[in-house]
T-cell receptor, first 112, second 114 residues
Framework: DADVTQTPRNRITKTGKRIMLECSQT?????MYWYRQDPGLGLRLIYY???????NKGEISDGYSVSRQAQAKFSLSLESAIPNQTALYFC???????????FGSGTQLSVL | DAKTTQPTSMDCAEGRAANLPCNHS???????VYWYRQIHSQGPQYIIH???NNETNEMASLIITEDRKSSTLILPHATLRDTAVYYC???????????????FGQGTILTVHP
């Protein structure tokens, strides 16, 4: 089983719909991150969390919200999806200082 | 976190060493240099990281200049499977705690050709 699991792997939705992308990890890490990637571009940070009570905005948080339901779970929501939120979304986790990031396999979201 | 600058793309012949540069001229004393790569649309994969000294592991070597303002990732014998986007990022860490947003730039597209 993967250490970092993202669901769903693919999702097609319509403008205005509420969407939730889920991420769970089995590594026992406190730090979790959500990134989006657009074609030909690098990863941009949406939100990050250092523990259940610590959630922070990243570079591009507008239009998104997150929930850290437990140490192992970090969900990303699009309250009212719009077409320019079509992208590949990655969840990542990290343990203590100087540890590497572990990424999930990604969720391809298409908003029509 | 310090900003990094990488070339947009590079080519390398199979079997030869691939040397990928990264500039991080505003790096501070407590910022580590990390390298990741992304193959196709998979999740990025950790390669190596370092603070001051050169580092080597089973995947690559990391050479950091003495002033720490730049670094080079070396893939000693590139294969076709090393074709990927390579990201250099810097992460602040002090007192056993890591801060910072872990922001990625656009990376370098490395193409290994036969």
């Amino acid at each position: 089983d993967a250490d970092v699991t993202q669901t769903p792997r693919n999702r097609i939705t319509k403008t205005g719909k509420r969407i939730m992308l889920e991420c769970s990890q089995t590594k026992g890490h406190d730090r979790m991150y959500w990134y989006r990637q657009d074609p030909g571009l690098g990863l941009r940070l949406i939100y990050y969390s250092f523990d259940v009570k610590d959630i922070n905005k990243g570079e591009i948080s507008d239009g998104y919200s997150v929930s850290r339901q437990a140490q192992a779970k970090f969900s990303l929501s699009l309250e009212s999806a719009i077409p320019n939120q079509t992208a590949l979304y990655f969840c990542a986790t990290r343990g203590s200082a100087n540890e590497k990031l572990f990424f999930g396999s990604g969720t391809q979201l298409s908003v029509l | 976190d310090a900003k990094t600058t990488q070339p947009t793309s590079m080519d390398c012949a199979e079997g030869r060493a691939a040397n990928l540069p990264c500039n991080h001229s505003t790096i501070s004393g407590n910022e580590y240099v990390y390298w990741y790569r992304q193959i196709h649309s998979q999740g990025p994969q950790y390669i190596i990281h370092g603070l001051k000294n050169n580092e080597t592991n089973e995947m690559a070597s990391l050479i950091i200049t003495e002033d720490r303002k730049s670094s080079t990732l070396i893939l000693p014998h590139a294969t076709l499977r090393d074709t990927a986007v390579y990201y250099c990022i810097v992460i602040y860490s002090a007192g056993g705690t890591s801060y910072g947003k872990l922001t990625f730039g656009q990376g370098t597209i490395l193409t290994v050709h036969p």
